[in-house]
């Protein structure tokens, strides 16, 4: 999954979508440090106790904190619950591998691809514009939730967690929000931009515009399949799974 389908069905809870954001942001700005969900778990479940022995102290600085920090434990823990179900549903092991096919044809012959990552990415990021297409909306309320969260506290939230300091994360909050570049998913020609930048980051090389070929065709298979990528996740309603008290 990536950031709006990890986000979409918790708008309402900014710390909680900080939280399913947080992996994926790590991988921006270090991806060498780790959020584990095993590591987060603990702190869902202690906060939220510590929270309902002190509920006469709601409004504290304290208070608020702990709530924060309790909400952004449990998103994490949601984040990678959701991964592990969603890739082994078997539309996105279908559409990783059609594409990663299709991308094999359309590339330079001679070239090393790693043609399995960029199909396995591609599902995600055409699962979000399809998601963000069908409710152009909900994409304004996932800036204005995240817009409500302190980036301090959640790299603060990550040191306790993670047991590693985070400092780029607080300086990299804001800019993910001003970027705004899942707009970019709906246009090929941006969708290629953002996938370069994805290649870069990780030390590959970058895609040749041939590379878009593929993302008509793409995009109608994640359109028509989508229902079935989601599926385990209607079915389970996870958000209760994590929510206080609830682990």
């Given at each position: 999954m990536n950031y709006f389908a990890h986000a979409c069905d918790f708008l309402d809870d900014p710390y909680f979508v900080a939280g399913v954001s947080i992996p994926d942001w790590m991988n921006v700005v270090d991806r060498r440090h780790k959020v584990r969900g095993k590591h987060a778990k603990p702190w869902v479940v202690a906060n939220a106790e510590?929270?309902?022995?002190?509920?006469?102290?709601?409004?504290?600085?304290?208070?608020?904190?702990?709530?924060?920090?309790?909400?952004?434990?449990?998103?994490?823990?949601?984040?990678?619950?959701?991964?592990?179900?969603?890739?082994?549903?078997?539309?996105?092991?279908?559409m990783s591998m059609q594409f990663a096919a299709a991308i094999r044809e359309c590339l330079p012959e001679g070239?090393?691809?790693?043609?399995?990552?960029?199909?396995?990415?591609?599902?995600?990021?055409?699962?979000?514009?399809?998601?963000?297409?069908?409710?152009?909306?909900?994409?304004?309320?996932?800036?204005?939730?995240?817009?409500?969260?302190?980036?301090?506290?959640?790299?603060?939230?990550?040191?306790?967690?993670?047991?590693?300091?985070?400092?780029?994360?607080?300086?990299?909050?804001?800019?993910?929000?001003?970027?705004?570049?899942?707009?970019?998913?709906?246009?090929?020609e941006k969708l290629l931009k953002r996938l370069n930048q994805v290649m870069t980051r990780v030390k590959l090389a970058t895609l040749p515009p041939e590379f878009s070929h593929v993302l008509p065709t793409a995009r109608r298979e994640v359109s028509r399949r989508w229902r079935e990528l989601l599926a385990p996740r209607r079915r389970s309603g996870t958000r209760e799974e994590f929510h206080y008290g609830k682990v």
């Amino acid at each position: 999954m990536n950031y709006f389908a990890h986000a979409c069905d918790f708008l309402d809870d900014p710390y909680f979508v900080a939280g399913v954001s947080i992996p994926d942001w790590m991988n921006v700005v270090d991806r060498r440090h780790k959020v584990r969900g095993k590591h987060a778990k603990p702190w869902v479940v202690a906060n939220a106790e510590c929270g309902m022995r002190s509920a006469e102290d709601s409004q504290s600085e304290i208070r608020k904190q702990q709530s924060a920090i309790t909400r952004i434990a449990a998103g994490v823990v949601q984040h990678h619950h959701d991964d592990a179900w969603f890739h082994e549903t078997r539309a996105f092991a279908e559409m990783s591998m059609q594409f990663a096919a299709a991308i094999r044809e359309c590339l330079p012959e001679g070239d090393s691809w790693r043609t399995g990552f960029l199909g396995h990415i591609l599902v995600e990021l055409l699962l979000d514009a399809e998601l963000i297409a069908r409710d152009p909306a909900r994409l304004d309320a996932y800036y204005a939730s995240l817009d409500r969260v302190d980036p301090a506290v959640v790299a603060d939230a990550v040191q306790r967690i993670s047991g590693r300091a985070a400092p780029q994360l607080a300086e990299l909050i804001p800019k993910f929000i001003e970027a705004k570049f899942l707009c970019d998913y709906a246009d090929d020609e941006k969708l290629l931009k953002r996938l370069n930048q994805v290649m870069t980051r990780v030390k590959l090389a970058t895609l040749p515009p041939e590379f878009s070929h593929v993302l008509p065709t793409a995009r109608r298979e994640v359109s028509r399949r989508w229902r079935e990528l989601l599926a385990p996740r209607r079915r389970s309603g996870t958000r209760e799974e994590f929510h206080y008290g609830k682990v």
